[in-house]
């Protein structure tokens, strides 16, 4: 059996401080992207399977309700759209170097270069956690609305001013992320030198 100790040749990393490190600023941006779009598109399907089975369950007491309550689901569905917008505008901001070379240049911009990676990590995920907020919080509020409006109709307007407030989590999550990606821009070319 083969010795299982400590890893000696120069493939090792010392940990996971050395992985982050060294990992590609274009990767960390992807990952951004990826976080932005998939918490987003949870945070919607976690609130619509909130907002749903309380509607259908309540339309069984009160059927007149589920026509006017999908503005909950609708609700829902809109965090998914806010981590599609920000995903497109992440990945719009990712560029490739102009020369097409194994290695960077000798005065390649690496501070701009893991700012812009950190940066739009840092700015999807932000979104992606917004939006998984905002869609569980807008779900459990539209889960409100439906058993309530089946009780008594008129609270439906009152409880979806609270469902509308919910929903503006995802708005504040994505104009943070915009904030954040703002000033992300990878370097294509070289510090010109003097």
């Keep these: 059996m083969a010795d299982m100790g400590t890893c000696t040749t120069p493939f090792c990393n010392a940990g996971w401080a050395e992985v982050l490190s060294h990992m590609s600023p274009y990767g960390y941006a992807n990952f951004g992207i990826a976080f932005g779009l998939g918490f987003s598109v949870v945070g919607a399907a976690w609130g619509i399977w909130l907002t749903g ?7 069984v007491k009160a059927p007149r309700i589920r026509s006017k309550n999908l503005i909950s689901v609708i609700f829902c569905e809109a965090t998914a759209i806010y981590g599609v917008i920000m995903a497109i505008i992440l990945a719009n901001k990712v560029k490739k170097p102009e020369q097409e070379a194994f ?3 000798e005065n390649w911009d690496f501070p701009s270069f893991y700012f812009a990676g950190y940066g739009m990590f840092s700015a999807g995920l932000s979104v992606g956690l917004t939006n998984i907020a905002s869609g569980v919080s807008v779900g459990i509020a539209g889960s409100s609305c439906a058993i309530a409006d089946a009780q ?3 609270l439906f307007v009152k409880i979806l001013i609270v469902e509308i407030f919910a929903s503006a989590l995802g708005i504040f999550g994505i104009i943070v992320g915009i904030i954040e990606s703002n000033a992300c821009t990878f370097p294509i070319a070289g510090i010109e030198q003097e």
């Excluded at 089975?53 to 339309?59: F, R």
């Design 152 to 154: 008594d109709p008129s």
């Design 53 to 59: 089975s309380s509607l259908v369950g309540a339309a």
């Design 103 to 105: 290695q960077f240049e």
